[in-house]
């Protein structure tokens, strides 16, 4: 008989090897980018590496919950997102209140254009399955479909920004914010009405929120209050990616002065700069980071690639693109505009969220008819 103790001795000893040694690269790299760009940079990349590993590590995220309540009504995901939401607030509102405009909110308009926008996302991240933060947590965990689609994310966030004027110009109302403790009962209250709903049509069995997703989001809530006061800003993701894209078209020689958003100051600043320093790519790297963190702690980037037939990745590429375009239309993804939106007061945050939702049900219905759930 062969003796394999030995080698059985070896593999958690190699394990515990791979999990130190990736610890010590991800401080490694906070240290480095704190050393280059100053302590608070670093900070937001350590807080995007926490979110990367709370949404991989408690597998807490905003499209399958919502897949989830569509399609058996069960709405623990979605309860669990308005928690974190109320979480936020709760500091979010007294902070921004009190901060003499040195911090901004997560404030949009709504509009003609925001709305379709949102629909259309809702519609596409139920395609590929992801979100903004979920696109970039797949695709840290290593997962074919989100790989893919990412880069057309940004793409997609690129151009949107690109025509942005063009569609707002279509119409929009005035910003509109709740503010004060009276805008904190409105938000409050409003997401406690969603709840009372959401738990009186849901199945039987599924009103409880299991423990993983209580601590998942109370961790979300505090990174996400951790990045308003390191950041002065909400969580973000879209505009990091577009970002990227941009800097990208720029250094391949592209003129950017012919759109209205990349040519003002602020955004022409960001993209001769280093990314290092701008928030948002900061904790989005972060973020695909954490979910690798995770991935390989659990047990490595196993995931092959799967057996979709050419139409479903055709879909991918297009449902990425159009993730991207449509969330730079709608003011924000799922984080942007939904969590760090209502989290603020917006109220294009509550339109983002009806239109989103709406547009995940086409979504829903799209997916297995695009070939993504696998061959049949």
């Given at each position: 008989?062969?003796?394999?103790?030995?080698?059985?001795?070896?593999?958690?000893?190699?394990?515990?090897?791979?999990?130190?040694?990736?610890?010590?690269?991800?401080?490694?790299?906070?240290?480095?980018?704190?050393?280059?760009?100053?302590?608070?940079?670093?900070?937001?990349?350590?807080?995007?590496?926490?979110?990367?590993?709370?949404?991989?590590?408690?597998?807490?995220?905003?499209?399958?919950?919502?897949?989830?309540?569509?399609?058996?009504?069960?709405?623990?995901?979605?309860?669990?997102?308005?928690?974190?939401?109320?979480?936020?607030?709760?500091?979010?509102?007294?902070?921004?209140?009190?901060?003499?405009?040195?911090?901004?909110?997560?404030?949009?308009?709504?509009?003609?254009?925001?709305?379709?926008?949102?629909?259309?996302?809702?519609?596409?991240?139920?395609?590929?399955?992801?979100?903004?933060?979920?696109?970039?947590?797949?695709?840290?965990?290593?997962?074919?479909v989100s790989l893919l689609a990412l880069p057309f994310f940004a793409l997609g966030s690129f151009a949107g920004a690109y025509h942005l004027l063009w569609w707002t110009n279509l119409g929009t109302l005035p910003v509109i914010v709740f503010e004060g403790m009276s805008g904190l009962a409105i938000?409050?209250?409003?997401?406690?009405?969603?709840?009372?709903?959401?738990?009186?049509?849901?199945?039987?069995?599924?009103?409880?929120?299991?423990?993983?997703?209580?601590?998942?989001?109370?961790?979300?809530?505090?990174?996400?209050?951790?990045?308003?006061?390191?950041?002065?800003?909400?969580?973000?993701?879209?505009?990091?990616?577009?970002?990227?894209?941009?800097?990208?078209?720029?250094?391949?020689?592209?003129?950017?002065?012919?759109?209205?958003?990349?040519?003002?100051?602020?955004?022409?600043?960001?993209?001769?700069?280093?990314?290092?320093?701008?928030?948002?790519?900061?904790?989005?790297?972060?973020?695909?980071?954490?979910?690798?963190?995770?991935?390989?702690?659990?047990?490595?980037?196993?995931?092959?690639?799967?057996?979709?037939?050419?139409?479903?990745?055709?879909?991918?590429?297009?449902?990425?693109?159009?993730?991207?375009?449509?969330?730079?239309?709608?003011?924000?993804?799922?984080?942007?505009?939904?969590?760090?939106?209502?989290?603020?007061?917006?109220?294009?945050?509550?339109?983002?969220?009806?239109?989103?939702?709406?547009?995940?049900?086409?979504?829903?219905?799209?997916?297995?008819?695009?070939?993504?759930?696998?061959?049949?």
């Amino acid at each position: 008989m062969q003796d394999t103790s030995a080698g059985a001795a070896t593999a958690p000893v190699s394990s515990f090897l791979t999990r130190a040694v990736l610890v010590a690269a991800m401080l490694v790299a906070t240290l480095l980018v704190a050393g280059y760009a100053g302590g608070r940079f670093g900070l937001l990349l350590l807080i995007g590496l926490g979110f990367g590993i709370v949404l991989e590590g408690f597998r807490f995220g905003f499209a399958g919950p919502w897949r989830a309540l569509i399609t058996k009504r069960d709405p623990r995901g979605t309860l669990a997102q308005l928690l974190s939401i109320g979480l936020v607030a709760l500091v979010a509102f007294p902070v921004l209140n009190g901060a003499g405009g040195t911090m901004i909110g997560a404030h949009a308009p709504i509009g003609f254009a925001m709305i379709a926008g949102a629909f259309v996302f809702g519609a596409a991240m139920q395609v590929v399955m992801g979100c903004g933060s979920g696109t970039l947590v797949n695709a840290g965990s290593g997962n074919p479909v989100s790989l893919l689609a990412l880069p057309f994310f940004a793409l997609g966030s690129f151009a949107g920004a690109y025509h942005l004027l063009w569609w707002t110009n279509l119409g929009t109302l005035p910003v509109i914010v709740f503010e004060g403790m009276s805008g904190l009962a409105i938000t409050l209250g409003l997401l406690a009405a969603v709840a009372v709903g959401l738990l009186a049509m849901a199945a039987p069995g599924t009103r409880a929120i299991p423990r993983r997703l209580w601590i998942a989001a109370a961790l979300l809530a505090g990174l996400a209050v951790l990045n308003l006061l390191v950041a002065g800003q909400p969580w973000g993701v879209v505009y990091g990616l577009g970002l990227w894209a941009a800097k990208g078209a720029s250094a391949f020689g592209a003129d950017l002065s012919a759109s209205a958003f990349w040519s003002t100051p602020g955004n022409v600043e960001r993209v001769t700069e280093s990314l290092l320093t701008d928030v948002t790519s900061l904790t989005n790297l972060g973020i695909i980071g954490g979910a690798f963190l995770v991935a390989v702690w659990r047990s490595g980037l196993g995931q092959g690639l799967p057996d979709l037939p050419a139409r479903a990745w055709i879909a991918t590429v297009i449902a990425g693109f159009l993730l991207g375009y449509s969330s730079r239309l709608a003011f924000g993804c799922n984080v942007g505009a939904f969590f760090s939106g209502i989290s603020t007061g917006s109220l294009h945050g509550w339109s983002w969220f009806v239109a989103a939702f709406g547009g995940a049900f086409v979504g829903v219905w799209l997916r297995p008819r695009l070939g993504l759930e696998g061959r049949k």
